[in-house]
């Protein structure tokens, strides 16, 4: 077993550090002058050698591989580069954006997964009754909202209309529920869906008929026979879709302003900031990473059928 | 590391709990996270809103664009070349180190010295030679004379910073400034405490807090909703919305900016005078102005706002005709023309933008908008192919030489003068106007420079702004001259309301 | 990430659903190419006398922050949000099926690269690399529908690729190499019928996702230039104007949805049908 994880790791880092060139090559290819951006255009007014000079100092004007290369191991030692506009490490940018999304996905998941397992679970026990048409229905819709819209909604319902929430802003609790509730309702609706089709899945299942008929009652049934054994294709999905998910806390943190990474990474990209750019990027993939590897972790626990090469 | 975070962190404490305990801390929205704290690093007129409470310069702008004495408390010209400045005593940096004559000399050398990679280094480029007098005198000696020297000194960019200070001031500031450094939350709000040793007095609020809220509508709610005390420029279209709202003050103020079309003069088509007077017709500016700002914007009276000393102030040469534009196209041969205009995503601009883009088509021509950040949108409009481009300038020192010079000068090609405009004769009026004392002579250099610009067109002044904030009426004392970023707190009050801190 | 997932579909009927998806996908594709007939007047005329003016007769969705008829532009915005997304899902699918079919039938060690580089991009969040390459290129309409293809580009070539591979071991086909026929030749005429099945499903699950990416890309000011007209721009617009002018947000963002609704119905209906184990999104 620790074989098979030590295994993806190793494979999810060799991608990682790929990904690390690809788009440090990306960015370098199309960056336009790198010492303007370094230290801004009135740089390009100084005298030709002291623009030389200044140039050789900041390393830029080493071919691009080798360039690619000490990035690469300065990922490896920890250091992701200095932000070109503020003059920071990438590191401590980032740490100080990260628990601001953190705290966004924290306060999300509780209510995506309760509202995604519970909507789920009761259309697949109501199927095919007016209730199911209804709420399936409403996931459809809710699928397709984008979460972009789903904030802008809320604020005018909560904020503007009602003044019970603010509607922006970085904060304790009050400015967080907006925005979790967001990315919540965001992430629940796949959610449901998925339930509702494993455990629909796993109540067809013979010996669950089998079950029915020998008398006990739909949520002896449900429980006992269905979410345990539809847990595992509704945690795959779950677990692909956390991906997507960290994409849509991007947009809910642009709507409400919440000073995340995804905003950072916005910021980053209005002033060309190809160092901070990256790190955002390392950061997704290596949260991806260890989320899937965690995801992988749990079945290795929970479900004794399953085993890996 | 940590240690530093914890002594940030109990800082911020005790300036909150301090700021409950005795007095008001204002609240303020910034539109974005600053870059720096370092006033010669930050370009961003927000960015100076916020140093402007941290350090001070050494002279200040008064009403009517005065100047009035800030860390200098008398300046003299001994000869016409020598701009002698005395200290006031007793200032210190908020580390204790003492402000004199050296550490004064050491900021400026600073700003000037091209490592540091300041954009405000221009500003002080004229000084040639600085020599310590004594303790708390010193000269800047500019030959030939720079008049406008005095001026300069007085914007943000030349705060006075400590001696030795490095890359680090960027985060953990220290200046003179009515306000101390609390804490930095980066991307959600920057916080300021009152400085009791400060050499005007010790400030009246507690604290400030800048908080980071970077869509205005965000900006308005909190206002309304009482978390924000003070709002800056205000759209014209939210103003309209707060008028007359309980316990809310609508400010209006004489504003230095002004809104431009921008044309590069060695662009095959834009070098026809004709084509830019054309389109300089096909521009109904008043309605514009009244369509979009109400009365937040004033039609152009000439390149300078009416608050810039010697400003033109006279009624637009080229009114609105759009047969006249049409006609002049058709001498110049540039009907059905392909153009662009630039802009930069600041947003303010874009609706303008789509405004010109409109007028323009309507007389034959083809223009369409090209918008982009502003590090790509600077590089397109400072080089060779630079089109059209809609932007604004802050005349911030309030002297005509600081936007003609900048944004006009033929040395500035390549730089901040993208419309490549290189007239001698207007080089020489600008050098000269520099080198004239203020007085009758002054002004009509001045006179004849943007007579020239109007004549020439290499930009088209679209409209004057006018200033906005908003605050709730338990503030009073605040002072804001010329720009939003001029933003003075030391004498800054907020009555109680029911007690407690003044923000959430 | 490899999980064993119970692969009993239960057979369920191709859903009237899928029919309704794809009416909605039509019906909106068809009005955004005949705007210029079903519009009251140019999405980009604008009418400095007539700003921010509620719902009317004249105007059912009311006008813009420059006068603009808000049906106008959401009629022209679906080129910019719908067909252009549809273009960036077609050439994800396109460049994905080639280099998936070159990498399921090319030797070891060129399959095992290319995988390795797929593999690279799949592992970061899809919006976030499409916004790095939004950094590299610069913001722009077809600039974010680049970054969009590139990135959902792995989805379609991991696909091929497995079609590919089954298919080649199949008897009959490694009989016909073996009988001469030229390999390219046997792979394109087996191959092609069973990957077209799948590459339909995860195109139209794909093209979801992306209508959304891309009408947000523009929202965060990064895509559409103006005035051109598009969903995601005009919901940032509305946004500055939520105070004054709240049903300026109603319409864009009703676009969008009924737009990912489509794609979604349409999606999940013909992989139901066809029973093709695509991936979700």
Same mark, same amino acid.
């Given at each position: 077993?620790?074989?098979?994880?030590?295994?993806?790791?190793?494979?999810?880092?060799?991608?990682?550090?790929?990904?690390?060139?690809?788009?440090?090559?990306?960015?370098?290819?199309?960056?336009?002058?790198?010492?303007?951006?370094?230290?801004?255009?009135?740089?390009?007014?100084?005298?030709?050698?002291?623009?030389?000079?200044?140039?050789?100092?900041?390393?830029?004007?080493?071919?691009?591989?080798?360039?690619?290369?000490?990035?690469?191991?300065?990922?490896?030692?920890?250091?992701?580069?200095?932000?070109?506009?503020?003059?920071?490490?990438?590191?401590?940018?980032?740490?100080?954006?990260?628990?601001?999304?953190?705290?966004?996905?924290?306060?999300?998941?509780?209510?995506?997964?309760?509202?995604?397992?519970?909507?789920?679970?009761?259309?697949?026990?109501?199927?095919?009754?007016?209730?199911?048409?209804?709420?399936?229905?409403?996931?459809?819709?809710?699928?397709?909202?984008?979460?972009?819209?789903?904030?802008?909604?809320?604020?005018?319902?909560?904020?503007?209309?009602?003044?019970?929430?603010?509607?922006?802003?970085?904060?304790?609790?009050?400015?967080?529920?907006?925005?979790?509730?967001?990315?919540?309702?965001?992430?629940?609706?796949?959610?449901?869906?998925?339930?509702?089709?494993?455990?629909?899945?796993?109540?067809?299942?013979?010996?669950?008929?089998?079950?029915?008929?020998?008398?006990?009652?739909?949520?002896?049934?449900?429980?006992?026979?269905?979410?345990?054994?539809?847990?595992?294709?509704?945690?795959?999905?779950?677990?692909?879709?956390?991906?997507?998910?960290?994409?849509?806390?991007?947009?809910?943190?642009?709507?409400?302003?919440?000073?995340?990474?995804?905003?950072?990474?916005?910021?980053?990209?209005?002033?060309?900031?190809?160092?901070?750019?990256?790190?955002?990027?390392?950061?997704?993939?290596?949260?991806?990473?260890?989320?899937?590897?965690?995801?992988?972790?749990?079945?290795?626990?929970?479900?004794?059928?399953?085993?890996?090469? | 590391?940590?240690?530093?975070?914890?002594?940030?962190?109990?800082?911020?404490?005790?300036?909150?709990?301090?700021?409950?305990?005795?007095?008001?801390?204002?609240?303020?929205?910034?539109?974005?996270?600053?870059?720096?704290?370092?006033?010669?690093?930050?370009?961003?007129?927000?960015?100076?809103?916020?140093?402007?409470?941290?350090?001070?310069?050494?002279?200040?702008?008064?009403?009517?664009?005065?100047?009035?004495?800030?860390?200098?408390?008398?300046?003299?010209?001994?000869?016409?070349?020598?701009?002698?400045?005395?200290?006031?005593?007793?200032?210190?940096?908020?580390?204790?180190?003492?402000?004199?004559?050296?550490?004064?000399?050491?900021?400026?050398?600073?700003?000037?010295?091209?490592?540091?990679?300041?954009?405000?280094?221009?500003?002080?480029?004229?000084?040639?030679?600085?020599?310590?007098?004594?303790?708390?005198?010193?000269?800047?000696?500019?030959?030939?004379?720079?008049?406008?020297?005095?001026?300069?000194?007085?914007?943000?960019?030349?705060?006075?910073?400590?001696?030795?200070?490095?890359?680090?001031?960027?985060?953990?500031?220290?200046?003179?400034?009515?306000?101390?450094?609390?804490?930095?939350?980066?991307?959600?709000?920057?916080?300021?405490?009152?400085?009791?040793?400060?050499?005007?007095?010790?400030?009246?609020?507690?604290?400030?807090?800048?908080?980071?809220?970077?869509?205005?509508?965000?900006?308005?709610?909190?206002?309304?909703?009482?978390?924000?005390?003070?709002?800056?420029?205000?759209?014209?279209?939210?103003?309209?919305?707060?008028?007359?709202?309980?316990?809310?003050?609508?400010?209006?103020?004489?504003?230095?900016?002004?809104?431009?079309?921008?044309?590069?003069?060695?662009?095959?088509?834009?070098?026809?005078?004709?084509?830019?007077?054309?389109?300089?017709?096909?521009?109904?500016?008043?309605?514009?102005?009244?369509?979009?700002?109400?009365?937040?914007?004033?039609?152009?009276?000439?390149?300078?706002?009416?608050?810039?000393?010697?400003?033109?102030?006279?009624?637009?040469?080229?009114?609105?005709?759009?047969?006249?534009?049409?006609?002049?196209?058709?001498?110049?041969?540039?009907?059905?023309?392909?153009?662009?205009?630039?802009?930069?995503?600041?947003?303010?601009?874009?609706?303008?933008?789509?405004?010109?883009?409109?007028?323009?088509?309507?007389?034959?021509?083809?223009?369409?908008?090209?918008?982009?950040?502003?590090?790509?949108?600077?590089?397109?409009?400072?080089?060779?192919?630079?089109?059209?481009?809609?932007?604004?300038?802050?005349?911030?020192?309030?002297?005509?030489?600081?936007?003609?010079?900048?944004?006009?000068?033929?040395?500035?090609?390549?730089?901040?003068?993208?419309?490549?405009?290189?007239?001698?004769?207007?080089?020489?009026?600008?050098?000269?106007?520099?080198?004239?004392?203020?007085?009758?002579?002054?002004?009509?250099?001045?006179?004849?420079?943007?007579?020239?610009?109007?004549?020439?067109?290499?930009?088209?002044?679209?409209?004057?702004?006018?200033?906005?904030?908003?605050?709730?009426?338990?503030?009073?004392?605040?002072?804001?001259?010329?720009?939003?970023?001029?933003?003075?707190?030391?004498?800054?009050?907020?009555?109680?309301?029911?007690?407690?801190?003044?923000?959430? | 990430?490899?999980?064993?997932?119970?692969?009993?579909?239960?057979?369920?009927?191709?859903?009237?659903?899928?029919?309704?998806?794809?009416?909605?996908?039509?019906?909106?594709?068809?009005?955004?190419?005949?705007?210029?007939?079903?519009?009251?007047?140019?999405?980009? $005329?604008?009418?400095?006398?007539?700003?921010?003016?509620?719902?009317?007769?004249?105007?059912?969705?009311?006008?813009? $922050?420059?006068?603009?008829?808000?049906?106008?532009?959401?009629?022209?915005?679906?080129?910019?949000?719908?067909?252009?997304?549809?273009?960036?899902?077609?050439?994800?699918?396109?460049?994905?099926?080639?280099?998936?079919?070159?990498?399921?039938?090319?030797?070891?060690?060129?399959?095992?690269?290319?995988?390795?580089?797929?593999?690279?991009?799949?592992?970061?969040?899809?919006?976030?690399?499409?916004?790095?390459?939004?950094?590299?290129?610069?913001?722009?309409?077809?600039?974010?529908?680049?970054?969009?293809?590139?990135? $959902?580009?792995?989805?379609?070539?991991?696909?091929?690729?497995?079609?590919?591979?089954?298919?080649?071991?199949?008897?009959?086909? $490694?009989?016909?190499?073996?009988?001469?026929?030229?390999?390219?030749?046997?792979?394109?005429?087996?191959?092609?019928?069973?990957?077209?099945?799948?590459?339909?499903?995860?195109?139209?699950?794909?093209?979801?996702?992306?209508?959304?990416?891309?009408?947000?890309?523009?929202?965060?000011?990064?895509?559409?230039?103006?005035?051109?007209?598009?969903?995601?721009?005009?919901?940032?617009?509305?946004?500055?104007?939520?105070?004054?002018?709240?049903?300026?947000?109603?319409?864009?963002?009703?676009?969008?949805?009924?737009?990912?609704?489509?794609?979604?119905?349409?999606?999940?209906?013909?992989?139901?049908?066809?029973?093709?184990?695509?991936?979700?999104?």
């Amino acid at each position: 077993m620790l074989a098979y994880l030590l295994g993806r790791l190793a494979a999810g880092a060799v991608a990682i550090a790929l990904l690390t060139v690809v788009v440090h090559a990306l960015l370098a290819a199309t960056a336009g002058d790198p010492l303007v951006a370094l230290l801004g255009p009135t740089v390009r007014q100084l005298p030709l050698e002291q623009q030389a000079r200044l140039r050789a100092e900041a390393g830029l004007d080493r071919p691009w591989a080798r360039q690619a290369a000490d990035h690469l191991a300065g990922v490896l030692r920890g250091d992701l580069g200095t932000s070109r506009r503020s003059g920071r490490p990438v590191t401590a940018e980032l740490r100080d954006r990260l628990p601001a999304t953190a705290a966004l996905a924290l306060a999300a998941l509780p209510l995506a997964l309760a509202l995604g397992l519970a909507v789920g679970t009761a259309t697949a026990a109501a199927a095919r009754s007016w209730l199911d048409t209804l709420l399936s229905g409403l996931l459809l819709v809710g699928t397709a909202v984008p979460a972009y819209w789903t904030g802008l909604l809320l604020v005018l319902a909560f904020s503007l209309t009602l003044g019970w929430l603010p509607s922006s802003g970085g904060g304790g609790a009050r400015h967080l529920l907006l925005p979790a509730l967001t990315l919540g309702l965001a992430a629940a609706a796949p959610l449901a869906r998925i339930t509702r089709s494993s455990l629909l899945d796993a109540l067809a299942e013979p010996h669950v008929v089998a079950a029915r008929a020998r008398g006990l009652s739909g949520a002896q049934v449900l429980w006992r026979h269905g979410l345990r054994n539809a847990w595992v294709p509704i945690l795959t999905v779950a677990g692909l879709d956390l991906g997507r998910m960290l994409g849509g806390a991007v947009f809910v943190e642009a709507v409400f302003a919440w000073p995340g990474v995804g905003l950072l990474m916005v910021d980053a990209i209005a002033a060309r900031d190809a160092p901070l750019v990256q790190g955002v990027v390392l950061v997704g993939a290596a949260t991806v990473l260890a989320l899937s590897l965690i995801v992988d972790l749990a079945y290795l626990r929970l479900d004794p059928r399953v085993r890996y090469r | 590391m940590a240690f530093r975070r914890c002594v940030a962190v109990a800082t911020w404490l005790v300036a909150t709990l301090t700021s409950l305990a005795l007095g008001q801390v204002l609240v303020t929205a910034l539109p974005l996270n600053p870059t720096s704290l370092d006033p010669h690093r930050a370009i961003e007129g927000y960015s100076f809103m916020v140093t402007n409470q941290l350090y001070d310069t050494l002279l200040r702008l008064g009403e009517g664009g005065a100047i009035e004495p800030g860390l200098a408390q008398a300046w003299s010209r001994p000869e016409p070349t020598v701009l002698r400045l005395e200290l006031r005593q007793g200032v210190r940096f908020h580390d204790g180190r003492p402000l004199d004559a050296e550490a004064v000399a050491a900021s400026l050398r600073r700003l000037a010295d091209p490592a540091t990679g300041s954009r405000g280094a221009f500003l002080v480029a004229a000084i040639d030679d600085i020599v310590i007098v004594d303790d708390l005198t010193l000269d800047l000696i500019s030959d030939p004379p720079f008049v406008p020297l005095l001026a300069n000194l007085t914007f943000p960019a030349t705060a006075i910073v400590p001696p030795g200070a490095g890359p680090e001031l960027a985060r953990a500031p220290i200046g003179t400034g009515p306000f101390r450094f609390g804490a930095w939350r980066d991307g959600d709000a920057v916080e300021l405490v009152a400085d009791p040793d400060y050499w005007g007095g010790p400030p009246p609020l507690a604290g400030v807090r800048f908080r980071v809220i970077p869509e205005r509508a965000a900006q308005l709610i909190a206002f309304r909703a009482g978390d924000l005390q003070l709002i800056h420029d205000v759209p014209p279209d939210a103003f309209l919305a707060l008028e007359g709202a309980p316990g809310i003050e609508l400010v209006r103020y004489p504003s230095d900016r002004t809104s431009y079309l921008e044309f590069n003069v060695q662009h095959p088509i834009l070098r026809d005078a004709r084509v830019r007077r054309a389109m300089a017709h096909a521009i109904d500016a008043p309605l514009l102005v009244a369509a979009l700002f109400r009365d937040l914007a004033l039609p152009p009276g000439g390149p300078l706002a009416p608050l810039v000393r010697y400003a033109l102030n006279e009624p637009d040469p080229y009114p609105y005709d759009p047969e006249r534009a049409r006609a002049l196209l058709r001498e110049a041969g540039a009907e059905g023309a392909r153009l662009h205009i630039d802009l930069a995503t600041d947003g303010d601009l874009d609706d303008v933008a789509q405004v010109l883009q409109a007028a323009l088509n309507a007389v034959g021509l083809r223009v369409e908008l090209r918008v982009n950040e502003f590090p790509a949108f600077f590089e397109l409009t400072t080089s060779e192919g630079a089109e059209l481009s809609v932007g604004f300038w802050g005349s911030d020192t309030l002297d005509p030489d600081f936007m003609l010079s900048i944004a006009l000068h033929s040395r500035e090609i390549g730089g901040n003068n993208g419309s490549r405009y290189a007239e001698a004769e207007f080089d020489a009026l600008l050098e000269l106007g520099a080198a004239t004392e203020d007085g009758a002579e002054r002004a009509a250099v001045y006179r004849a420079a943007q007579l020239r610009v109007m004549a020439d067109l290499p930009m088209l002044p679209l409209y004057h702004h006018v200033g906005t904030y908003a605050k709730r009426a338990e503030l009073t004392g605040e002072r804001v001259v010329a720009s939003s970023f001029q933003l003075d707190l030391r004498a800054a009050r907020l009555a109680s309301t029911e007690g407690g801190a003044g923000g959430r | 990430m490899t999980a064993p997932i119970s692969a009993r579909r239960r057979g369920r009927r191709l859903h009237p659903s899928g029919a309704t998806g794809a009416a909605l996908l039509v019906a909106l594709l068809l009005a955004s190419l005949l705007a210029p007939w079903l519009a009251p007047r140019a999405p980009t $005329e604008i009418d400095l006398q007539r700003r921010l003016a509620p719902p009317s007769a004249a105007e059912p969705l009311g006008t813009d $922050e420059l006068g603009r008829s808000t049906l106008a532009r959401v009629l022209y915005g679906g080129r910019a949000s719908l067909l252009v997304a549809v273009a960036a899902v077609l050439a994800a699918a396109l460049g994905g099926a080639t280099l998936g079919a070159l990498a399921g039938a090319a030797p070891g060690r060129l399959d095992a690269a290319l995988m390795r580089l797929v593999d690279a991009l799949l592992i970061c969040p899809p919006l976030l690399l499409a916004l790095a390459i939004i950094g590299a290129l610069g913001p722009g309409l077809w600039h974010a529908a680049i970054a969009l293809a590139l990135v $959902e580009l792995p989805v379609f070539a991991r696909l091929t690729r497995s079609v590919v591979i089954v298919t080649r071991d199949l008897p009959f086909v $490694e009989a016909a190499v073996a009988s001469g026929a030229g390999r390219a030749r046997v792979l394109a005429r087996h191959v092609l019928p069973a990957a077209v099945g799948a590459l339909t499903v995860q195109a139209s699950l794909t093209a979801g996702f992306v209508v959304t990416a891309l009408a947000g890309i523009s929202f965060l000011g990064l895509g559409v230039q103006p005035p051109t007209p598009d969903w995601g721009d005009m919901l940032a617009r509305a946004r500055t104007h939520l105070l004054t002018a709240p049903w300026l947000m109603l319409a864009p963002g009703a676009a969008v949805t009924a737009a990912v609704l489509g794609c979604n119905l349409l999606g999940d209906a013909l992989r139901d049908a066809l029973g093709s184990p695509a991936a979700r999104g």
